[in-house]
Every structure is written in C-alpha cells, then in structure tokens.
C-alpha cells in the first residue's frame, strides 16, 4: 500500500484549509456584529421615548437658533455703526489736540525760552533755581 501526493493535490488542500479558516473568522465576525446590533437595539429601545422628544423638539430649537442668529445680527450692526462713530471722534479729537498743540503749547514753549534767555542774559548769579 503505497500512495502518492502529488504537489497539486497539496495545494489543494491547503487552499480548503485556508477557506475554512478564513469561513471561520467571517462566522466569528458575523456574531461580533450580530451582538452589536442587538445592543444597539436594546438601547434604541429603552430611549425610544427619550428620542421621540428629541426629534420633536428639534423644529422649536431651529426657530430659537435662528431668532437669536437674527437678534445678534442686528446687535452687530448697531456694534459696528457705534465703533464707526467712535473712530470718527477719535480722529476729530486727535486733530483738536494736533491743533492745540500747534496753536497754544508750541507758541508756550517758544515763549519760556525766550523769558529763559532774558533771565540768563539778565541774571548775575547762576546758582539759582531754574523753571525748566
């Protein structure tokens, strides 16, 4: 009794081995999601009522969602015209104290040092105190 195993037949039942291992990782896979589905049912399930509320509710949150979109608009428009004002005033004020400075302080300046140098020209002893 002699029998013979040609390289073909080898292969195949390599193959077959590999096909029921690869049929029994697709069954264990099957069951896996089988478990999973049947929790997520469960869970659907117990907050069945909870959902319900939920997909009720959601029409009355989009109008809130968009009255308050709306009303923050409006605030913004009434932000952004008050910011335009006061950028407008900040620039009339910086031109009132440029013109300040030019018309009142510089001619000021100009005149303690002319009393500075008539009060040195003027003034016989230099140990006394200075106003600038």
Do not use: C
Not at 37 to 62: A, C, F, G, W
């Amino acid at each position: 009794m002699g029998a013979t195993v040609t390289v073909g037949e080898l292969l195949i039942v390599l193959i077959a081995l590999l096909g029921v291992g690869a049929l029994v990782y697709l069954l264990m896979a099957l069951i896996k999601i089988n478990d999973a589905l049947k929790n997520i049912q469960t869970v659907v399930y117990k907050n069945e009522k909870h959902i319900d509320e939920s997909l009720e509710r959601i029409p009355r949150v989009l109008e809130n969602v968009e009255g308050i979109t709306a009303h923050v608009n409006q605030s913004m428009e009434h932000v952004q015209s008050t910011v335009e004002n006061v950028t407008e005033m900040t620039d009339y004020v910086t031109d009132v104290v440029q013109g300040i400075n030019e018309e009142v302080v510089e001619p000021v300046k100009d005149l303690f040092k002319i009393l500075m140098m008539i009060q040195s020209i003027f003034s016989g002893n230099k140990n006394k105190k200075k106003w600038f």
